[in-house]
């Protein structure tokens, strides 16, 4: 039976082994998927042991996204432009070749929420990874301008700088004053109960208020958006479903539907 994990320290907390397993029902694949801690500095290793004993491909979270990247011999556009991997997998010429999919999930997630990127004004809120693995496919859809506002600025430059011009970098204090249909909080403030630091203006003509984050209860960001009259919140669970589903995609040559296991969840945070 192929072997498929998910890399992670810590790891406990991952809904992986869960999503993959119910995908796997759902479109007939013999696999199994767990999930395995491996040591902050023994990635590598773990990685390797997980392939001699018949590992097909893998999911890599906190903290190994960016030694995943160095690992891969290769690397796909989206990873080389996030500089980051989240999925890995070894080919037929048995090359171990990364991927990065957070980006296309949050994508998946957004058009599933109804939203046109056509066009679009976004403001990205976040200058860590999460932001610059979901640039370039914001900008594939074909944003017209993402702003990128972070609280220190030489942060959110540095990402910018490997994008083109409708990208613009700033602090959160200096964000220029226009329309943002669509804001994205990239920031793991809401695992603490916070939200980023804007002013208000910004959300006077958002549409949808997003937050990577997710968990049983809106976050502080979703709250506070839903009391300045944005009309539409939502957290990061449909984005954790979407790349999940384009890693599947990748391994097994067949999409899952995520609308299932995304009621199962949901279900599951309730109780």
């Not at 498929?4 to 810590?10: D, I, K, L, M, Q």
């Not at 004004?121 to 990128?148: D, H, M, Y």
């Not at 959110?156 to 226009?178: K, M, Y």
């Amino acid at each position: 039976m192929d072997r498929y994990a998910v890399f992670g320290n810590p790891i406990g907390q991952s809904k992986s082994p869960f999503i993959h397993r119910q995908f796997a029902l759902q479109c007939k694949q013999l696999m199994q998927y767990e999930a395995i801690l491996a040591p902050t500095d023994g990635f590598a290793d773990s990685w390797r042991d997980f392939v001699t004993s018949g590992g097909k491909g893998g999911n890599v979270t906190v903290p190994f996204k960016e030694q995943a990247y160095q690992l891969a011999e290769v690397l796909s556009a989206r990873a080389r432009q996030a500089g980051a991997v989240n999925t890995l997998y070894v080919d037929s010429a048995g090359r171990l070749c990364g991927d990065n999919t957070d980006g296309i999930g949050l994508v998946a997630d957004l058009t599933r929420l109804g939203v046109n990127l056509a066009g679009c004004t976004v403001l990205l809120l976040g200058a860590g990874g999460a932001s610059r693995g979901a640039i370039g496919p914001l900008l594939e859809a074909g944003v017209k301008q993402l702003v990128l506002a972070n609280r220190t600025v030489s942060k959110a430059q540095a990402i910018a700088a490997n994008f083109d011009s409708r990208v613009f970098a700033c602090g959160l204090s200096d964000i220029p004053e226009q329309a943002y249909p669509l804001i994205i909080n990239a920031t793991s403030s809401g695992l603490s109960g916070g939200r980023p630091e804007i002013a208000v203006k910004h959300l006077n003509n958002s549409q949808l208020a997003y937050d990577m984050v997710y968990g049983a209860l809106p976050t502080a960001f979703m709250q506070w958006a839903k009391q300045q009259g944005v009309p539409q919140q939502a957290d990061g669970l449909g984005m954790l479903l979407a790349q999940a589903a384009a890693a599947f995609t990748i391994w097994r040559g067949v999409a899952p539907d995520v609308e299932p296991v995304m009621a199962i969840i949901k279900k599951q945070l309730a109780v």
